[in-house]
DNA sequence: CCGATTGATGACCGATCGTTCCACAATTCC
DNA sequence: GGAATTGTGGAACGATCGGTCATCAATCGG
C-alpha cells in the first residue's frame, strides 16, 4: 500500500553516514544530514524517526558492511559522543568490536590519525 | 588598574573540565559551563573570549597540571572533536602525547573504558 | 472510480545555541 | 575627587537547533 520511496535507504545513510565522520554526532546538524542525503526533513524524519535513529542506522550499516577507516571513524564517533549516555549504541558496539577483532590500539591508532596527528614512535 | 576578580581562574578551569568531559564539546552548552564553573555569562567571556577559549584553558591547564582519568578523557575529546579542525589544539595535543609518552594503546584503552565498554581480551 | 495508506515537500515551531552589550561596582593613577 | 580601567551581573540578540505538521502525489485493494 502507499506510495514507493523515491530513495535508496542505503545511499542515504551512506552520505549521511560521511557527514557524521567528518563533523561528529552534535557537530552534524539535521540541516546538513538533508543537504548531505537529498532527503527532505520530511522524508528524512519519516524514515529514521530522529537524528538519533539515522545514526543508528549508520552505525548497523557501517557495522554489517563496510570496514576500513569510514567505519572505524563512526565506531570513534560512537563510543566518544553517544556509548556513555546511550545503552543501545553501547550494545552494538560492544558486539562489533569484539567480533571483529578489533583492539584498544587500533581504537587509538585511527583516532590519531583521524585527528592529524603522527606520533613519533609508540 | 581596574578591580579584581572575585574568582579563582584554576577552581573555574577545573569545574569547566568536569563539564566537558563528561558531556564532549559540542554536547556542553554555555549555559552550562556558566552553572558548572558560577561565572555569568559576562565573567565567563571576559576572561576566556568564548567557549573554545575556554577549552583551550582547560586543555593547558590539565595537560600541564593533571594525569590520570581526567587528563585523558579531556584529550580524547579534543582529539575526536577539536583536533580534526584545529591547529592549535592539534599542535597542544601533539606536543603533550609525545611528552607523556602516551600510545595508541593507551588511547583505545581508555575510550573504551568511557564508553562503558569492557573488552574480552585484547 | 473510490477510499485507505504511505511517501514527498517545505513551511513552521518553540527551544536553545554562542555571543554581545550595557549599566553598575571596584580598584588605580593623577 | 575625577578619569581610566577592569570585573560583575544579567538582559537581550540573531541564528540555529531538532522536530512537527499540513498539503499534495502516488499506489494499492475493493
Chains 1, 2 share one sequence.
Not at 8 to 13: H, K, P, R, S, Y
Not at 42 to 62: N, T
Request: proline residues 2%.
Amino acid at each position: 500500500m502507499g506510495r514507493n520511496r523515491l530513495f535508496n535507504e542505503a545511499d542515504v545513510v551512506q552520505r549521511a553516514t560521511h557527514a557524521f565522520l567528518v563533523a561528529g554526532y552534535e557537530g552534524t546538524s539535521v540541516g546538513e544530514l538533508v543537504t548531505a542525503t537529498g532527503l527532505h526533513r520530511g522524508s528524512l524524519y519519516q524514515a529514521f524517526g530522529s537524528k538519533r535513529g539515522l545514526f543508528l542506522a549508520c552505525l548497523r550499516h557501517v557495522v554489517t558492511d563496510r570496514s576500513g577507516d569510514v567505519a572505524m571513524d563512526l565506531v570513534l564517533v560512537a563510543l566518544l559522543e553517544l556509548a556513555p549516555r546511550d545503552p543501545e549504541v553501547r550494545g552494538l558496539l560492544a558486539d562489533q568490536l569484539d567480533r571483529r577483532g578489533v583492539t584498544a590500539h587500533d581504537l587509538g591508532a585511527r583516532l590519531l590519525a583521524r585527528a592529524l596527528i603522527h606520533p613519533s614512535e609508540d
